[in-house]
């Protein structure tokens, strides 16, 4: 099983069953979504996928693509297409309560990906905020 909810608390989720898979996603709809350089999704079966609590909003981000998101503090949760990926939810992978557990196993829409995210590794690390001074 895995859980997890948007940053307020004011929706959890619950995936129960085989994990479908795991993927970085870098098209430019997911990335404008997110405001961040890519997206994780974990597929599961929609009837493995339940709402806990709360009720998130939903957003029509293309002709087919649902974009589930908590309405009070924004945060991106599920997508659903049921043309393209009929019978199965994503969930924001990073939304888990435990986003370390399962790791992505590949990069997919990477034709649209940010050219920079391809030298990330090379900048310096900071276990925090560095230093101002």
Not at 26 to 35: E, K, M, P, T
Not at 66 to 77: E, N, P, S, Y
Not at 95 to 120: C, F, N, R, V
Request: some cysteine; hydrophobic content about 35%; overall charge negative.
């Amino acid at each position: 099983m895995a859980g997890g909810g948007c940053h307020c608390g004011a929706v959890r989720y619950e995936a129960t069953g085989e994990m479908l898979h795991h993927a970085v996603c870098h098209c430019a709809d997911c990335r404008r979504s997110a405001g961040a350089p890519m997206v994780g999704w974990i597929a599961f079966k929609s009837g493995d996928v339940t709402v806990t609590k709360g009720t998130p909003k939903v957003h029509a981000s293309s002709e087919h693509g649902r974009r589930h998101f908590c309405a009070d503090c924004g945060t991106g949760l599920l997508y659903t297409n049921d043309v393209m990926l009929p019978g199965i939810t994503d969930i924001q992978s990073a939304t888990l309560d435990d986003p370390d557990a399962i790791p992505p196993a590949a990069q997919i829409q990477y034709a649209e990906h940010i050219g920079w995210t391809e030298t990330l590794d090379a900048l310096p690390k900071f276990e925090r905020f560095p230093s101002q001074g």
